[in-house]
């Protein structure tokens, strides 16, 4: 139970600094998503810094690494809102938008992954 607790306590976190991201004035140019791309590659690079820190440091307990990973990390990161977004490019004949938004989030996403362990030295 207070795994739960603890996942609970990170995704709140995560979730109340995604919107704050989200009401950012912002125009996007061309009904492109910029706000959830910044959000979604950002939680791939600390989710990366996090996952070489606890090969590196073993002193982090598994409870700090709840938080962070499962909890701040998934409660800040949008992939439902992302699936929606690229539907919605879709439907409103934006297919273009659609493909990159696509590609940039997930290749940018997996390399900035694999930066944030680079820079942790993993």
């Given amino acids: ?3 739960c607790l603890i996942v609970a306590l990170g995704g709140g976190i995560g979730a109340c600094l995604r919107y704050l991201i989200g ?5 996007e140019p061309y009904a492109f998503p910029v706000k959830t791309l910044v959000i979604n590659l950002t939680g791939c690079f600390v989710i990366g810094l996090i996952a070489a820190l606890a090969v590196k440091n073993t002193s982090l307990s598994p409870k700090t690494m709840l938080f962070i990973k499962t ?6 990161t949008t992939f439902s809102t992302f699936a929606l977004e ?17 590609a940039l989030s997930v290749i940018v996403g997996v390399g900035l992954t694999f930066a944030g362990q680079v820079v942790i030295g993993k």
């Fill in 23 to 27: 009401i950012i004035p912002l125009k």
């Fill in 1 to 3: 139970m207070l795994n």
């Fill in 71 to 76: 909890g701040l990390c998934g409660g800040f």
């Fill in 86 to 102: 690229t539907e919605t490019l879709i439907k409103t004949g934006h297919v273009g938008i659609a493909i990159l938004y696509v």
